[in-house]
């Protein structure tokens, strides 16, 4: 396999004679940020408080990310100045959230010329924009085109809206039936930098010998009708389309949260997820009762049950985080948290030694370290799938940009998260880790045995 630069980058549904489908449907405005602002908040550890706060002040406000230590939120332009005066200690990620995303979707849509050289003769030039989905399309066939012999196309069923969720499968030397690392990006909608991250650069004696050792498969565009959606219509939109239970007119309260909707731990914890339509985190009315994530279950038990799963990784934005079972319960620990907590800590660190800016990612049970996620699939793919590593990755930033990172970090974040993949998948061997086990302690929790 010659030397290329391969990009997971926004999978989209490789239609043949059929036109792609519409984002927005006929009628529908596109919703427009113009004036919105969006605040961090240093809670000082006091997030219920901050919320409690936030609640009582304002008709409304949309939070964008939280952590120990941050709440990050979107104000309407007619609650900005109630909010400036509730007497929280914040700053502001963007002055006017609309200009941020008409100067992010300037690049999305820029003129297709010289594409097909960005993608052949300068592939590492992919990076410096965003894409139209066209483009994402286009840009999956040249890939598969120019390695037949070492991949082949897959899909793990359709959208509700009929869109294919295809991937790419990849192997090395003695071709493929090898341990699955399985790759899933692009949950949620509007987390764009999701999809272009999984780069990387095969011509090196490492990176050959990776492909050797695994089969890949790079499902890097799970939600396609969100993710159009979000280019068409509503940047900020996270779910899927899918009408609520028994009411197919309710606009307002289509989707599903396909991060809440998986069978393990679905109804763990009622602060994991919504049992609400309307909700961001809407879970759905029954486990895997989205089409994307019924479709992906069976994919995942048909690699459990074949060659085995040895790498999950779920890729969302942002936060800058390495998180990894369980997300339902603060203090239910997988017995391979000493080494997945180890294995973070160098991930972290190679990170941090490659970035210019010396990017710093957290690490951590994702219950404990973020906060409460019901029916995710890092726990689904773990306890169902059996993987034997299994890990969601928040990427760039920590509150800065959020959401709407400006094209020009793209590149950087591809390139730094690599440098950390690097580590990672050497790792997956685990004579590194002998001795580091299940007597190994989290902030003075004894790890317990997965249910």
Known sequence: MRPFFLSSLLAAPLLTGVAALPGRQDGEEVVSYSGYKVYRINTLGRTSAVRDQLAAGLSSYEPWHEDAGHLDVLIAPDETAVFEVLGLDYRVMHQDLGTSISAESSSATANKKGRKNQRQDKPLAWFDTYHNYDDHIQYFRDLHDAFPNNSEMVSSGTSYQGRDIFGIHLWGAGGPGKPAVLYHGTVHAREWIAAPINGYNAGDNQTRSFLDQYDYYIFPFVNPDGFLYTQTTDRLWRKNRQPPPNDTTNSACLGRDINRNWEHGWDANPRGSSTNPC????????????????????????????????????????????????GYAETLYAPELGKWTKAASMVSEAIRDSSSSETTYTFGPSGANLYATSGSAPDHVYSVGRAAWSFTVELRDTGRFGFVLPPELIRPAAEEMWAGQKVLLALLDETFFDGVGAAQVYQGQAVDTPP
């Open 279 to 326: 909700s961001q985190t809407y879970r759905g009315a029954a486990p895997s009762d989205a089409p994307e994530n019924a479709g992906f279950d069976a994919f995942v038990r048909h690699v459990r049950d074949g060659q085995g799963i040895k790498l999950y990784i779920d890729w969302h934005s942002y936060g800058q985080q390495l998180l990894f079972p369980f």
